[in-house]
């Protein structure tokens, strides 16, 4: 029984740990009518391909956060927020992010090469 206990327990500690070498990237979408994604302060308009995570903050019932390209779609609630953190497998090619029921002004895009 000690052994499934620390099993369990190394398990939840190696989780935030696999975690903390993984770039990470903030989108956030709303109060108002603004999404973005930033790698630290600098808005994300290149990537190399590679595992990253993401932590959206999405901060209206107006809106939701996006994220579509190659073998990705992940989103966050139009009618809900909070802050959702994904950890995706990036690879070639083009993504975008939008906010759905804005996506004609509430938008953006980066490359990954």
């Known amino acids: ?8 327990l190394a398990a939840a500690l190696a989780a935030p740990a696999a975690l903390a070498g993984t ?9 108002g009518f603004t999404i973005t994604l930033k790698q630290g302060t600098k ?7 590679g595992t990253y995570v993401f932590k959206i903050a999405d901060k ?4 939701n956060f996006h994220l579509t ?3 990705v779609n992940k989103t966050t609630s139009v009618a809900k927020t909070g802050t959702s953190t ?10 975008k ?3 759905d029921p804005h996506k004609s ?3 953006g895009s980066f490359k990954v090469s």
């Open 43 to 49: 808005k994300v308009s290149k990537l190399k391909a």
């Open 1 to 8: 029984m000690k052994f499934v206990a620390l099993a369990v």
């Open 105 to 107: 002004f509430m938008k």
């Open 86 to 95: 994904w950890k995706l497998k990036l690879k070639k090619g083009t993504y």
């Open 97 to 99: 992010f939008v906010c």
């Open 23 to 31: 770039p990470t990237l903030t989108g956030t979408v709303g109060p």
């Open 60 to 63: 209206s019932s107006l809106h």
């Open 69 to 71: 390209g190659p073998g």
